[in-house]
T-cell receptor, first 111, second 113 residues
Framework: GENVEQHPSTLSVQEGDSAVIKCTYS??????FPWYKQELGKRPQLIID?????GEKKDQRIAVTLNKTAKHFSLHITETQPEDSAVYFC??????????FGAGTRLTVKP | NAGVTQTPKFQVLKTGQSMTLQCAQD?????MYWYRQDPGMGLRLIYY???????DKGEVPNGYNVSRLNKREFSLRLESAAPSQTSVYFC????????????FGPGTRLTVL
């Protein structure tokens, strides 16, 4: 089955700096790659997703890039703010079933 | 529109006891999922149901059973709870109208003593 690895496990940045989180996946058939944000004690919420027919997607301060050949995808957050502090999870799946998640990255944005 | 709801919010069981976690969604979604979340391990899929009447195993199905009662409801049963099943359990749903986005419930924190 699919295996997703996520790095780094923790990331601390200064407010206003950029943050980058990277994930790799193993199954070349995977075609859907979402990113979820989870605040402490809350449920995961989708922040951005990308499909395998697209190389990059942006939504305001958040962008995701996908390299199908290398089987890796990355989350980029620019101009970070303290409210960006949370745990971020990447995931990969074929369609939307049997989704596999990375272990998570705890992002801390210091004011 | 409540989205995805789960009951109970918290539960403490003794080893060997059984219980059912309930999940319901009011978004007319076809697909529903059960995950467990353990510290440092992200979310792991237990079972999913792509449509009413079907269920499939995910990454960690052992020790669990599921029932897709109708389009709205998807329950997770622990027949004989073990300490290794101490975790936070999340239910999620997705549908054609939402693309592939999965919407999560608030979670159930389960402790097995």
């Amino acid at each position: 089955g699919e295996n997703v690895e996520q790095h780094p496990s923790t990331l601390s940045v200064q407010e206003g700096d950029s943050a980058v989180i990277k994930c790799t996946y193993s199954d070349s058939a995977s075609n859907y790659f979402p990113w979820y944000k989870q605040e402490l004690g809350k449920r995961p919420q989708l922040i951005i997703d990308i499909r395998s027919n697209v190389g990059e997607k942006k939504d305001q301060r958040i962008a995701v890039t996908l390299n199908k050949t290398a089987k890796h995808f990355s989350l980029h957050i620019t101009e970070t703010q303290p409210e960006d502090s949370a745990v971020y999870f990447c995931a990969a799946s074929i369609g939307n079933n049997d989704m596999r998640f990375g272990a998570g990255t705890r992002l801390t944005v210091k004011p | 529109n409540a989205g995805v709801t789960q009951t109970p919010k918290f539960q403490v069981l003794k080893t060997g006891q059984s219980m059912t976690l309930q999940c319901a969604q009011d978004m007319n979604h076809n697909s529903m999922y059960w995950y467990r979340q353990d510290p440092g391990m992200g979310l792991r899929l237990i079972y999913y149901s792509a449509s009413e009447g079907t269920t499939d195993k995910g990454e960690v199905p052992n020790g669990y059973n599921v029932s897709r009662l109708n389009k709205r409801e998807f329950s997770l049963r622990l027949e004989s709870a073990a300490p290794s099943q101490t975790s936070v359990y999340f239910c999620a749903s997705s549908g054609l109208a939402s693309g592939d986005e999965q919407f999560f419930g608030p979670g159930t924190r389960l402790t097995v003593l």
